[in-house]
């Protein structure tokens, strides 16, 4: 009996080792969500990118980690930069909430819980393809879930229009040329370190 009570003392730090271990790393959202605006579109404009609706309700088509929970967001806009000159352009001003996480028929999407707030700095990428042009938004920034815990976010939302180049888009962005409107999709992944 003496010797099961000191085999149980022994394996007791081990048993609560693993206990915290599992709990640290639970802490915060992590994995990846890829989304597309198939309800939403994106304008681009002089210095602008923002969101019709706004805030406008997405789809995630595709989830690992602790993102499996969520099938919708509700994403939100605009971000300004200065659009003269040629791309990059930098992000000077975000609205957060930027993403909202959450599920279909709940009003969970716009309830300020399990988001992705933007730091100021991203940054919009203009390029020419074989067909038209392609804009990329650049995203930095954190994850907060329901709790409260941070994690860093990093990602992409990838835009493309056919028959126009990189010039045409950039006339738009220094508002020589008019808005237009397209779609959008996008991808963010939460990485396992925490916010500091």
């Known amino acids: 009996m003496k010797n099961q009570i000191v085999a149980s003392i022994a394996a007791l730090p081990f048993a609560l080792g693993a206990v915290f271990a599992g709990a640290a790393e639970a802490a915060g959202l992590t994995g990846r969500i890829a989304f597309n605006g198939f309800f939403t579109n994106i304008t681009l404009s002089e210095g602008e990118l923002s969101f019709n609706p706004n805030p406008g309700d997405l789809i995630a088509s595709v989830t690992t980690g602790s993102f499996t929970q969520f099938n919708a967001a509700t ?20 609205t957060n909430p930027f993403l909202d996480l959450g ?94």
């Not at 939100?76 to 791309?87: A, R, V």
């Not at 716009?110 to 074989?130: E, I, K, P, Q």
């Open 75 to 94: 994403i939100q806009g605009p971000l300004t930069f200065d659009g003269s000159g040629d791309s990059p352009f930098e992000v000077t001003s975000v």
């Open 103 to 196: 599920t279909f028929g709940n009003p969970d999407t716009s309830d300020g819980v399990n988001t992705f707030a933007l730091h100021s700095g991203s940054t919009v990428t203009v390029m020419d393809t074989n067909g038209g042009a392609e804009i990329m938004l650049d995203l930095n920034g954190w994850f907060t879930d329901e709790f409260g815990d941070e994690t860093r976010g990093i990602g992409n939302i990838t835009f493309q229009m056919a028959g126009v180049d990189a010039e045409y888009i950039e006339g738009i962005f220094d508002g020589s040329i008019d808005p237009i409107e397209t779609t959008f999709s996008g991808e963010v992944i939460a990485e396992m370190k925490p916010v500091p």
